[in-house]
């Protein structure tokens, strides 16, 4: 019954920002945690961001280091992307994820997935 649903994506510039939102439906728990992932054609789906619920804690992808935010809003249920100085690297689909216990760096970790959202970055 959880559902997460992902927006914002969309077309920049290199230089540009973008910020994605995730909005988490259904039964909820207090110790988990959200990530963001992303999946280029014919690439793997790597960690950008993920956040602990409760704590507020982060870990991000070392590429994505002083450019990108991962911050939730709790009232909200919902986990934002603040992509700040987009790189044309950066194209990909974004998608979502939670999962039970702290925030890990591995999809495979993450049971609950959003549908993904498109960011393209041109140069």
């Known amino acids: 019954q959880v559902q997460l649903v992902e927006s914002g994506g969309g077309l920049v510039q290199a230089g540009g920002s973008l910020r994605l939102s995730c909005t988490v439906s259904g039964r909820t728990y207090s110790n988990y945690a959200m990530g963001w992932f992303r999946q280029a054609p014919g690439k793997e789906r790597d960690l950008v961001a993920a956040?602990?619920?409760?704590?507020?804690?982060?870990l991000y992808a070392d590429s994505v280091k002083g450019r990108f935010t991962i911050s939730r809003e709790i009232v909200k249920n919902t986990v934002y992307l603040q992509m700040n100085s987009l790189k044309p690297e950066d194209t990909a689909v974004y998608y979502c994820?939670?999962?039970?216990?702290?925030?890990?760096?591995?999809?495979?970790?993450?049971?609950?997935w959003g549908q993904g959202t498109q960011v393209t970055v041109s140069s």
């Open positions: 994820a939670a999962k039970f216990g702290r925030a890990g760096y591995f999809p495979s970790e993450y049971d609950r």
């Open positions: 956040i602990n619920w409760s704590s507020g804690n982060t």
